[in-house]
């Protein structure tokens, strides 16, 4: 990832292109029928915290500032409480930084997904090598 000024004077992150094994693991964690938390969302927590702008967040993943605020309220009614908080004032308007628990729920996230893809890489590899040859032989 890397940040850099746009024109509000906040930055954003690009992500580095990178080529991705197929097939992979996404893990979402649902809390309940209708809440979940999954990469989305915790790209955009980790986004906001680099740039210190929900704006610049979203934008760095090709979202509207709304759709971004939308995640990002819906991040805290899920959880019961804030995850996001919103500065005011300074020369830019203000800006927006994890709180405590919004930085706990980022590195949790990471660890259970570190640890799934631990238990998973043999058999994901399995399958890669036979879709493989399975295209191979359709050829």
Request: glycine fraction near 10%; hydrophobic fraction near 40%.
């Amino acid at each position: 990832m890397v940040c850099f000024a746009d024109d509000t004077g906040y930055s954003a992150v690009m992500p580095k292109p990178a080529a991705k094994l197929l097939p992979s693991l996404s893990v979402r964690i649902d809390l309940d029928s209708d809440s979940r938390i999954g990469p989305g969302k915790i790209q955009l927590l980790e986004n906001i915290e680099r740039c210190g702008s929900i704006s610049a967040a979203g934008r760095a993943m090709e979202m509207s500032y709304k759709r971004a605020w939308d995640l990002v309220d819906e991040i805290n009614r899920i959880c019961g409480q804030a995850a996001v908080e919103r500065q005011t004032g300074g020369k830019h308007g203000g800006g927006a930084e994890l709180t405590p628990f919004g930085a706990s729920l980022v590195a949790r996230y990471r660890r259970i997904e570190r640890a799934a893809m631990a238990a998973a890489r043999k058999d994901l590899a399995s399958l890669r090598s036979d879709i493989g040859r399975r295209r191979k032989a359709a050829n």
